[in-house]
């Protein structure tokens, strides 16, 4: 089973699971409340927490808006 740290902005997610990291971060983005906002990007790492500043070529990177819609949320159209 892995763990894996997954980051976007203000979320910040500790995840143990034998999902993907591209399934990690769809699971991560229900555990949003309120106060939390995302970046353009959701970084996901099983070395501990990592941002735009810290990801390396073994951090997986996804676009937050297709972590999302993977996720079965409904986006509106700017």
Do not use: F
């Not at 892995?2 to 991560?28: F, G, M, Q, R, V």
């Not at 997986?60 to 700017?78: D, F, P, R, S």
Request: with cysteine; aromatic share 12%.
């Amino acid at each position: 089973m892995a763990k894996y740290y997954i980051k976007s902005n203000t979320l910040e997610l500790i995840y143990s699971t034998n999902k993907s990291p591209l399934e990690a971060a769809c699971a991560a983005v229900w555990e949003l409340n309120d106060n939390d906002t995302l970046d353009e990007y959701m970084y996901v790492d099983e070395r501990g927490m990592k941002d735009y500043t810290s990801a390396d070529n073994k951090t997986m990177v996804y676009k937050t808006h297709n972590v999302l819609i993977q996720a079965g949320w409904e986006m509106e159209e700017e």
